[in-house]
């Protein structure tokens, strides 16, 4: 286990905080952003409402981000966490926006949120499924789902003219360089700030190179104040249905990427806690749609930000929630974040997502070497990259088969707990004080919710 630099209770001094705190906006702000640009563009949304949409998105990611790493009562798992709206819910809510637009959509996530919420007082039980052997697997998974992402971006971006341009490669190479080097060599504060260093040099030779484009941020206006039920909401029945089966699919993907980052925070993550957890993603959620902004989650790629810099701070990413918010209030701070080139984000993302990679291979080289462990992360892996690999794999299945599996992550944890569950050779079932202990946990939520 490599040793961090800053714990999860740890305080940096505030300069310190707010630049390690830019490393995570950097991770995470171009996945929030891209959203509500997608759901926008294929409902054909007016420009103006396009950007309420996305200030939206930014505002209650900050907002719920801060709840996530500080806790309110029950709500929010005090782990570094960073929550912005989720691909998960992509599918469904343009499948639904189609019919009933935003205010379907909004209606429907508010409503959805419920199984999320629900889901919560569950989590002891859930985290039984999850021994050593089927947690390894699904951080693995998180880190083999995400690294193609990353090499979409050193390439000059999915579907970009110009990808695979050896100009781009050589610029995320540059990068990848640069943040090795300064996390194996650097001493502190420059170790723990490798991927904005480096990214901020890679930076600098993008502008020499010319391959920085300030459109967005001529277009962008300074300030734009909260607009909650902009759009206003409905309630289709149907759209509910949808969001609420893309709601459970995230509770698994939430769950395997808080036990990724108990691994790298070195904290346990207990069925209480996980309980806190699932509860501030449905809680954000509602929250969110109230805020007129597609449901939030908690995003995997910043657990590579962890493993990497060794900053475990919640105080820190804390931080990261407040550059959201900022971000939503003056959209064009958000414009100038998305001016880094795709090959930037490319070199520190593999480097990121390979970490994940690292910390789950480490995981599994714990468990115990026979036959039945060698099979559930044989096939788990396997099913997972198979979906991460070839997606169109699905294509000829019914839409509701390609909500449930079409992540990785959610094809290698489902695969991975089953085959635990049904081989033969299980492990002996927990003791009953455990399951007491369990019990007593519930209670203890609901009693503080009360």
């Known amino acids: 286990m490599n040793p961090l630099l800053f714990r999860v209770e ?9 630049l390690l705190a830019a490393q995570h906006l950097l991770a995470a702000l171009g996945g929030i952003i891209a959203v509500p640009l997608v759901i926008g563009g294929a409902l054909h949304l007016p420009a103006d409402q396009l950007v309420a949409l996305i200030n939206a998105a930014l505002l209650g990611s900050g907002i719920v981000t801060i709840i996530q790493c500080k806790g309110v009562g029950p709500v929010g798992i005090r782990l570094p966490c960073v929550m912005g709206t989720s691909f998960a819910f992509v599918g469904a809510a343009i499948s639904v926006g189609l019919e009933h637009g935003v205010p379907g959509i909004l209606g429907s996530s508010l409503v959805g949120s419920l199984v999320m919420i629900v889901g919560s007082f569950f989590m002891p039980t859930i985290r039984k499924l999850f021994p050593h052997t089927v947690t390894g697997v699904v951080v693995a998974m998180i880190g083999l789902s995400l690294v ?6 050193a390439a000059g971006g999915a579907h970009s003219a110009n990808y695979g341009d050896p100009v781009n490669l050589g610029i995320a190479l540059l990068v990848l360089v640069l943040v090795v080097g300064l996390v194996q060599f650097g001493k502190g504060i420059i170790s723990a700030s490798a991927i904005v260093i480096g990214m901020f040099i890679g930076y600098l030779v993008c502008l020499a190179l010319g391959k920085v484009d300030f459109s967005q941020v001529h277009h962008s206006i300074v300030f734009a104040l909260p607009q909650p039920l902009h759009f206003g909401m409905s309630f289709p029945p149907s759209g509910i249905v949808a969001m609420s089966i893309a709601y459970l699919v995230t509770i698994v993907e939430t769950t ?6 108990g691994s790298a925070t070195q904290t346990e993550v207990t069925g209480k806690r996980l309980s806190r957890g699932i509860l501030c993603d449905g809680v954000g959620s509602a ?8 449901p939030v989650s908690t995003f995997a790629q910043n657990v590579g930000v962890v493993s990497l810099t060794g900053v475990a701070s919640r105080h820190v990413v804390a931080f990261t929630g407040g550059f959201l918010m900022l971000a939503g209030l003056f959209p064009i701070l958000g414009a100038l974040v998305v001016t880094v080139p795709q090959p930037v984000l490319g070199g520190a993302g593999l480097m990121m997502f390979a970490m994940i990679i690292s910390a789950g291979i480490q995981m599994l080289g714990g468990v115990e070497h026979n036959k039945r462990n060698g099979l559930i992360i044989a096939v788990a892996i396997g099913c997972g990259l198979a979906v991460t690999a070839r997606p169109e794999l699905l294509s000829k299945l019914p839409g509701f088969v390609k909500e449930v599996f079409g992540s990785g992550i959610t094809v290698g944890a489902l695969v991975a707990v089953l085959l635990n569950l049904l081989l033969p050779g299980r492990p002996a079932e927990e003791s009953a ?8 946990c519930i209670e203890e939520i609901a009693s503080e919710i009360a």
Do not use: C, K, N, Y
């Open 287 to 294: 929250f969110a749609s109230l805020m007129s902004s597609p």
């Open 256 to 261: 395997g990427t808080f036990m990724a980052l």
């Open 10 to 18: 740890d305080r940096p001094p505030v300069l310190t905080s707010l």
């Open 433 to 440: 004080e455990e399951e007491a202990q369990h019990a007593v």
């Open 148 to 153: 193609p992402v990353a090499i979409d971006w």
